[in-house]
């Protein structure tokens, strides 16, 4: 397997399905969710390389309660995901996704079925309005999926 992009400048030889296991095994070191949501706080501190020039409302994830910036480039046909919010929780679960998604093809990004979001419990413990903004951080890395997607093929 070909090296993966993860996280903003890691390279890693894993799968998504390697990476979201991984995600629900951390998850599962934590006994209870307010230790859970510090955690997620802290992998959003440790979301970094967001270019200030992109804070713009071209570039927010719509359906947020919360200010979410994603922004993408093509890096040999792969999706490189750059994101940042305002609220801690939402970045830190923006930074899972980025973690999951980045350097992935648009295929891969489109078919990835994100499992560990409901294995961690993450679905049942957010707030329904940071549940909707986290089902718009996914469509939105998706829809930029498909639109690489339809560039590679033209």
């Known amino acids: 397997m070909d090296s993966r992009l993860r996280g903003n400048d890691k390279t890693v030889d894993k799968s998504i399905q390697e990476i979201e296991d991984e995600v629900v095994d951390e998850f599962s070191f934590f006994e209870n969710w307010q230790d859970k949501y510090e955690y997620i706080i802290e992998l959003g501190k440790k979301l970094k390389g967001y270019p200030e020039d992109k804070r713009t409302d071209d570039n927010k994830v719509k359906g947020c309660q919360s200010s979410v910036w994603l922004v993408t480039s093509d ?7 750059k994101a940042d919010s305002d609220s801690t929780i939402v970045k830190g679960l923006i930074a899972l996704l980025v973690r999951v998604l980045n350097g992935r ?3 891969e990004v489109l078919n990835a079925k994100l499992e560990f979001i409901s294995k961690t419990g993450l679905q049942q413990h957010l707030a329904q309005t940071r549940a909707n903004g986290l089902a718009a951080m996914i469509k939105q890395m998706k829809m930029y999926a498909i639109a690489y997607k339809a560039k590679q093929q033209n």
Not at 75 to 81: A, M, S, V, Y
């Open 105 to 107: 093809t648009p295929d």
């Open 75 to 81: 890096e040999n046909g792969r999706i490189i995901f």
